[in-house]
């Protein structure tokens, strides 16, 4: 094997192995595999934790962040927004 190729697979074993002690998936693992299957979160929070969770959305790629009401009652709402925001028609024609 040539040096880069032995310097990746130490580092990939080193990862696996941090990750078997860890109790939960870092940020950018949890990014990474949301990527890989497409998966947009919505963060639907108390107006308290928007910060917090602003900062978070900018580590995972298409996830957005949303206030729910004192009843929790907007959270269909929340998500159906963020799905047309994601979800465009378009039209194709022939120019023909």
């Not at 002690?21 to 693992?29: L, V």
């Not at 910060?51 to 949303?66: K, M, N, P, R």
């Amino acid at each position: 094997m040539q040096q880069q190729q032995l310097t990746d697979l130490n580092l990939r074993l080193s990862l696996d192995l941090i990750s078997l002690m860890q109790d939960y998936p870092s940020i950018s693992q949890l990014s990474q595999k949301l990527a890989e299957k497409r998966v947009h979160v919505v963060f639907a929070v108390p107006q308290r934790q928007v910060d917090i969770y602003h900062t978070l959305a900018t580590f995972i790629e298409g996830s957005t962040v949303g206030v729910l009401t004192d009843t929790s009652g907007n959270v269909v709402d929340l998500i159906r927004s963020n799905y047309e925001v994601r979800h465009t028609d378009f039209r194709l024609s022939d120019s023909y």
